[in-house]
């Protein structure tokens, strides 16, 4: 599975053969609907699958829309158990089983010779399956997570710093702006997009948990080996279900690549 659109995998080689200094976009950018430019210092745009549209700062202001890409990045996720347990019937059809005893042979039983057939029981996915199930699952929940890290900053941008209360108060003919007049009201719409967003990243963490509770289940036996690094933790977290340290940062309103 590709994770980069054919726009986006353009724009980014693109970018990468003419090199120069990058610029953060301003709020009012953001809030006349402008684009980030890719390779961003502030905010790079995350790779989203070629089945789904681009993902552009209007697509994080816009709340529903934001809902909707979810929504299709998450169908592997909802698919999970239903084409596990088919790789297990077609295990079990092609009498390929697994030993359910430590103390027995690590090697596969057939169904054919085997002393007791009630072993079928213990059928579980191939290794190979399980191997290619677990990359297609860490790089769904990569994109994810990366697409609501992505849009938590675009929602910060597009808020801008908040107006100091004595530098207004200093200054006799100073008029707040509609924008600026809702912080004394409440919550203003960026802050209800940043809230929203930040929810969605647990509500990640209980799809994977969901997820990864059906492939453990149905591979027993498989081990990831995480390269060392960031992208190391990445994965070694969500094996075991845990927030990633790119999540609990984001969450907590700290920018971390």
Known sequence: ???????????????????????????????????????????????????????????CLAIVEFK??????????????????????????????????LLSSSSPLSASNAADLGQSTYSTVPEQACAQFWKELLDVWKGREDVVRYCIGVADQARGPRPSGTESKLDADYTPTPTQA??????????????????????????????????????????????????????????LGRDTPAAVASAAGVSRP
């Open 1 to 59: 599975m590709s994770w980069y659109s054919p726009n986006m995998a353009a724009a980014a080689s693109s970018s990468r053969s003419h090199p120069g200094p990058a610029t953060a976009p301003s709020p009012s950018d953001l809030s006349s609907g402008g684009q980030i430019p890719l390779g961003s210092a502030a905010l790079d745009v995350p790779p989203t699958p070629t089945n789904v549209k681009n993902l552009t700062p209007n697509t």
């Open 68 to 101: 909707d890409l979810l929504r299709q990045h998450r169908q592997v996720d909802d698919t999970i158990t239903t084409r596990l347990n088919r790789h297990l019937a077609r295990s079990r059809d092609q009498g390929y089983l697994s030993s359910p005893s």
């Open 182 to 239: 809702r912080w004394g009201r409440g919550e203003d719409q960026s802050e209800f997009l940043t809230r929203q967003m930040r929810n969605e990243l647990a509500v990640e963490s209980i799809i994977r948990k969901r997820s990864l509770e059906a492939f453990k289940s149905r591979c027993r036996f498989f081990q990831p080996s995480p390269p060392p690094g960031p992208e190391g933790d990445r994965e070694r977290a969500m094996w």
